[in-house]
């Protein structure tokens, strides 16, 4: 979409329904986004107490489950009674249990919609690198969370995912226990102590859906989380074989179809 107004002008990839634009150009920043996949929600075995099922144990000694019940208009008219419950940890749904009958609480990471889209359309107006990362630390309150790629025109280019992060011991891949003092959320990653990668020597920055930084993935993701690094290579190799890019260049980065492991794997 090309998009025009008294505040910026820009072109690129927008989302459906409102002027955010996830990838794109404005004459001064060019911005792109591959997904990050973060590790931003965790299972919580809640561990009810005997006798009191309105009450489950924590790090404290005991929480409140409440229970909770909404009628809901669908389609057709139609009305449908939502019930479930929650607690510090997380949404209890019903019949969400570990294996061993203990229910499991999803705690999920809290996002901010209006600090999303208005952080976006400062981004469409952003003209210097310091107005980008500004947008940028609104985005992060919001829903999603990508690996985020701009250059501006004076040269700067960079990395800088983002996506709000809980701040934890160790990372949410298992299963923990809502009583387990170590398994608890000490806020969230201030958006400044996100891993970044700020004009490398090397030359360029990219992303492909996987880690980028991998000496400091893990306060973002866990490596399962991801894809591999096989097309995040690849692209670093193309971009790396070269001291110049054009147009033609990047239109064959995106018609490549190989696979750097492919043949290996066909010949064994």
């Not at 909404?70 to 949404?91: D, K, T, Y």
């Not at 294996?99 to 809290?110: E, F, I, K, Q």
């Not at 960079?158 to 170590?182: K, M, N, Q, Y």
């Not at 893990?218 to 991801?226: C, I, S």
Request: with cysteine; glycine share 10%.
């Amino acid at each position: 979409a090309h998009l025009e107004c008294p505040r910026y002008r820009i072109q690129g990839g927008l989302m459906l329904g409102c002027p955010v634009f996830g990838f794109g150009h404005n004459g001064h920043l060019a911005w792109g986004v591959t997904t990050a996949y973060r590790d931003a929600w965790d299972l919580y075995r809640v561990e009810r107490v005997a006798g009191d099922p309105t009450r489950y144990r924590t790090v404290e000694g005991t929480g409140v489950i409440t229970r909770q019940r909404e009628r809901r208009r669908v389609r057709f008219g139609r009305e449908v009674l939502i019930e479930w419950e929650s607690c510090q940890h997380g949404v209890i749904y019903p019949g969400w249990q570990h294996h061993d009958g203990t229910d499991l609480a999803l705690r999920l990471v809290p996002s901010d919609l209006a600090s999303y889209v208005e952080g976006y359309l400062d981004l469409a107006e952003s003209k210097s690198v310091a107005d980008h990362q500004r947008a940028l630390a609104r985005i992060n309150d919001g829903p999603f969370d990508f690996n985020h790629v701009y250059a501006h025109k004076d040269g700067h280019i960079a990395w800088e995912p983002f996506g709000r992060l809980p701040r934890r011991a160790g990372d949410g891949l298992f299963v923990r226990d809502a009583h387990d003092p170590s398994a608890q959320w000490d806020g969230f990653v201030p958006f400044g102590e996100m891993p970044k990668i700020q004009n490398p020597e090397r030359g360029f920055v990219n992303s492909a859906n996987s880690i980028v930084d991998p000496d400091n993935f893990r306060v973002a993701t866990t490596a399962v989380h991801v894809e591999p690094r096989h097309r995040h290579d690849r692209i670093a190799g193309f971009l790396a074989a070269r001291p110049k890019h054009s147009v033609e260049s990047f239109m064959a980065l995106q018609r490549d179809l190989g696979s750097d492991y492919g043949p290996r794997l066909r010949d064994a």
